[in-house]
């Protein structure tokens, strides 16, 4: 798996398991298919990890499944048709394996509760994404020859006991979830509804579990959440809006928390994502400085450049705040890179909006951005209070303008890394030529270099001899 948090390419992909070794017993055929972000991905593996303590293993091919379960995404309209027109595949099935119990997992399922199972008729099971320890039960309930919904949102559900199985992974990098749920409230945004509240994981936890991924050879670890920076463990529960003085004095920060998983190990890399330009403070770029295990990249979403679109969004800061972490950013690191998301076309933006949007990618030189139409979703703010009023060609337009911009932005960018020597962590056999790694550098930025004696798990140091906007491509140095 790779580390963006919205990829393309990974969408709908499978996850699978080892088979467990001490089991005789016909074990039933899990299938999981996961959409949107690297959220979802790492809740998979927890609903594997229930599962496969449950009787199950997992399978590739969900022709073989007697379960199939679909972890969603409900971020834009386009995920969510995307998965209902998948659905249809699993309808087919279906009709000559009728025990075959089809789930919806996720945002989804927990934006449309039981009328999906008025509107997809196939569908056995809706679950929402703090209730997966139910999911043995729920299953069995669907047996019992019922459909089973739990839709019910936690305050304190992080999961935190539970050690995920690391689901067709590269054996190299892994996710980590620190916190679940987000309460900023972006106008845009269905996340708060379909995730819950915010709550912080346990931080031995998480450290036990980088510890225990670096034992077994994993080499890079990313914390997750929706809002990493606003991480704050009082002792559970709820993020407080008021903690008491005593419970901040015991608390751990994000800033703590990435100090304590960065000393897990110097060869244990360390990134996260995702970070809110609000609750960025300095502390976390001390301890990234600190530290040359943390990563000198940073995702940042501005969403827009608009001081003006930012405040109906309802973001909670201004493009010169924005600007002025930039500057911070530089100031602690000179080396750090950063990437964004943007939103283009949302309720109300003028042309002169839109520039200001396209002024600050160029001020900020984004490595990378994930960048989006305005998409309306139900219950938002945005949703409520405004008017869904740029066309959706202008909409089109700005978007493709952007995603023009940082084409030639991350080209250029790139362009300078040529000559340059990094070090780079081998993470799998380049798809392209079997004679060639793939691994990311410090700035998660892709590199490709021949294999030479290195195997997976390596830190290869590789000089980059070309580029292209997504890539570089480099020689082993010293050799
Ligand atoms: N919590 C993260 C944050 O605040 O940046 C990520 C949230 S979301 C999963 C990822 C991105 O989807 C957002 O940063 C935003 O750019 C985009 N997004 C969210 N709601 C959207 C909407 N209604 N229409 C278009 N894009 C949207
Ligand atoms: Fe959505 Fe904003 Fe929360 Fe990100 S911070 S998940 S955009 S509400």
């Known amino acids: 798996m790779t580390h963006s948090q919205h990829d393309e390419s990974l969408q709908g992909t499978a996850t699978l398991v080892d088979k467990p070794i001490h089991s005789d017993i016909q074990l039933r055929k899990l299938y999981i298919e996961s959409y949107g972000c690297a959220m979802n991905f790492a809740d998979s593996e927890i609903v594997a990890s229930i599962l496969t303590?449950?009787?199950?293993?997992?399978?590739?091919?969900?022709?073989?499944?007697?379960?199939?379960?679909?972890?969603?995404?409900?971020?834009?309209?386009?995920?969510?048709?995307?998965?209902?027109?998948?659905?249809?595949?699993?309808?087919?099935?279906?009709?000559?394996?009728p025990s075959l119990i089809v789930g919806v997992l996720g945002?989804?399922?927990?934006?449309?509760?039981?009328?999906?199972?008025?509107?997809?008729?196939?569908?056995?099971?809706?679950?929402?994404?703090?209730a997966y320890r139910d999911l043995p039960n729920l299953i069995e309930t669907v047996e019992g020859g019922q459909k089973a919904v739990n839709v019910i949102l936690s305050k304190e559900e992080t999961y935190a006991d539970i050690s995920p199985v690391r689901l067709d992974t590269n054996g190299v990098c892994?996710?980590?979830?620190?916190?679940?749920?987000?309460?900023?409230?972006?106008?845009?945004?269905v996340v708060p509804f379909t995730r819950g509240r915010e709550r912080?994981?346990?931080?031995?936890?998480?450290?036990?579990?980088?510890?225990?991924?670096?034992?077994?050879?994993?080499?890079?670890?990313?914390?997750?959440?929706?809002?990493?920076?606003?991480?704050?463990?009082t002792g559970g529960g709820l993020k407080k809006d008021n903690p008491s003085k005593e419970e901040l004095e015991n608390a751990t920060t994000?800033?703590?928390?990435?100090?304590?998983?960065?000393?897990?190990?110097?060869?244990?890399?360390?990134?996260?994502?995702?970070?809110?330009?609000?609750?960025?403070?300095?502390?976390?770029?001390?301890?990234?400085?600190?530290?040359?295990?943390?990563?000198?990249?940073?995702?940042?979403?501005?969403?827009?450049?608009?001081?003006?679109?930012?405040?109906?969004m309802n973001r909670g800061?201004?493009?010169?705040?924005?600007?002025?972490?930039?500057?911070?950013?530089?100031?602690?690191?000179?080396?750090?890179?950063?990437?964004?998301?943007?939103?283009?076309?949302?309720?109300?933006?003028?042309?002169?909006?839109?520039?200001?949007?396209v002024s600050l990618m160029k001020e900020s030189g984004f490595i990378m951005s994930y960048m989006f139409k305005y998409s309306e979703r139900p219950k938002t703010l945005a949703e409520r209070k405004f008017k869904?009023?740029?066309?959706?060609?202008?909409?089109?337009?700005?978007?493709?303008?952007?995603?023009?911009l940082q084409h030639e932005l991350s080209h250029q960018r790139n362009i300078k890394d040529i000559g340059k020597t990094f070090e780079v962590l081998v993470e799998s056999v380049s798809k392209r030529s079997a004679d060639f790694y793939s691994g990311r550098n410090t700035h998660n930025k892709v590199v490709i270099f021949p294999k030479g004696n290195y195997k997976k798990g390596d830190y290869v140091h590789v000089t980059i001899t070309e580029c292209s906007s997504a890539t570089l491509k480099g020689v082993l140095a010293n050799e």
Request: with cysteine; hydrophobic share 35%.
């Open 200 to 233: 912080s994981r346990e931080p031995q936890t998480i450290v036990n579990e980088a510890r225990d991924l670096f034992l077994r050879g994993y080499r890079e670890v990313t914390l997750l959440g929706q809002n990493v920076n606003s991480y704050l463990w």
């Open 174 to 189: 892994a996710f980590v979830s620190i916190t679940r749920g987000c309460d900023n409230m972006c106008a845009f945004c």
């Open 107 to 130: 945002c989804m399922a927990e934006r449309l509760k039981s009328q999906f199972l008025e509107e997809e008729q196939l569908v056995d099971i809706v679950v929402g994404p703090d």
């Open 254 to 312: 994000f800033a703590q928390l990435l100090d304590m998983v960065a000393k897990v190990s110097p060869l244990l890399r360390v990134r996260y994502s995702t970070s809110h330009p609000k609750d960025m403070q300095n502390d976390v770029l001390e301890v990234m400085a600190k530290y040359p295990n943390i990563c000198k990249y940073i995702h940042l979403p501005v969403q827009s450049g608009s001081s003006t679109m930012l405040d109906k």
């Open 388 to 404: 869904d009023d740029v066309p959706e060609e202008i909409k089109a337009k700005r978007l493709q303008e952007v995603i023009d």
């Open 53 to 97: 303590k449950n009787g199950f293993e997992t399978v590739k091919e969900f022709e073989k499944a007697d379960v199939i379960f679909v972890n969603t995404c409900s971020i834009r309209d386009n995920a969510e048709t995307r998965v209902r027109k998948r659905l249809t595949d699993f309808r087919q099935l279906k009709r000559t394996n």
């Open 317 to 357: 800061y201004t493009r010169e705040w924005y600007l002025e972490r930039v500057a911070a950013i530089k100031h602690y690191m000179p080396n750090c890179e950063m990437s964004t998301d943007i939103i283009t076309g949302f309720c109300g933006e003028t042309d002169e909006d839109h520039a200001q949007t």
